[in-house]
């Protein structure tokens, strides 16, 4: 299986900061790499596909970039509403695997 | 709009059996592979097993494989997932997820509590 290593596993920030968190695969899985929001209580939300796309209607302060092993997800002014765990998931080849999660605080 | 809803959950003991549902609505859920993901409490996510469009095809992880076995009805519009020989460590909420052309899932359920005790 495709072991996928995020980090940092929590991180502490304040609206108007710039984040970025780091997403590492054991193996090339070249674009095919997920990002997630999940806020507690709720389901995850599909923020950025393959590596860099982003999803209609997530804020552009969003960003993915990367490809191969190493991938990132910045987002460039934390607004109040970012503040939740982020996932990043290999869709490259079966079982998918997930990041164990990056929980952002305030 | 898409809608995913699932049923099921429930307080079952080790080596005991549970079938989820999942009730869809809003897209032509024949032309779409669907996942099911679990998250025990405090956890990550982990992705359980899918079925391709027509039920012809079938991955699972290798946490549940030859114990948990995916199915859907498309005339129904819902997908299911039968857990038998269920652990403590299935203890979790279910989501089924809806995959999209592109990698990844664009839609989920509310999610399902699974918990296994005795």
């Known amino acids: 299986d495709i072991q996928m290593t995020q980090s940092p596993s929590s991180l502490s920030a304040s609206v108007g900061d710039r984040i970025t968190i780091t997403c590492r695969a054991s193996?090339?899985?070249?674009?095919?790499l997920v990002w997630y929001q999940q806020k507690s209580g709720k389901a995850p939300k599909l923020l950025i596909s393959?590596?860099?796309s982003l999803q209609n209607g997530v804020p552009s302060r969003f960003r993915g970039s990367g490809s191969g092993t190493e991938f990132s997800l910045s987002i460039s002014s934390l607004q109040p509403e970012d503040f939740a765990t982020y996932y990043c998931?290999?869709?490259?080849?079966?079982?998918?695997?997930f990041g164990q999660g990056t929980k952002l605080e305030n | 709009e898409v809608h995913l809803v699932e049923s099921g959950g429930a307080l079952v003991q080790p080596g005991g059996s549970l079938r989820l549902s999942c009730r869809v609505s809003?897209?032509?859920?024949?032309?779409?592979?669907m996942s099911w993901v679990r998250q025990a409490p405090g956890k990550g996510l982990e992705w359980v097993g899918n079925i391709k469009r027509d039920g012809s095809d079938k991955y699972y992880s290798g946490s549940v494989k030859g114990r948990f076995t995916i199915s859907r009805d498309n005339a129904k519009n819902s997908l299911y997932l039968q857990m038998d020989s269920l652990i403590v460590d299935d203890t979790a909420v279910y989501y089924c997820?809806?995959?999209?052309?592109?990698?990844?899932?664009?839609?989920w359920g509310q999610g399902t509590l699974v918990t296994v005790s005795s």
């Open positions: 998931q290999q869709a490259d080849r079966f079982p998918y695997t």
């Open positions: 193996q090339d899985i070249g674009n095919y």
């Open positions: 393959n590596a860099s």
């Open positions: 997820a809806k995959e999209f052309g592109d990698p990844g899932f664009d839609a």
């Open positions: 809003g897209f032509d859920f024949s032309s779409r592979w």
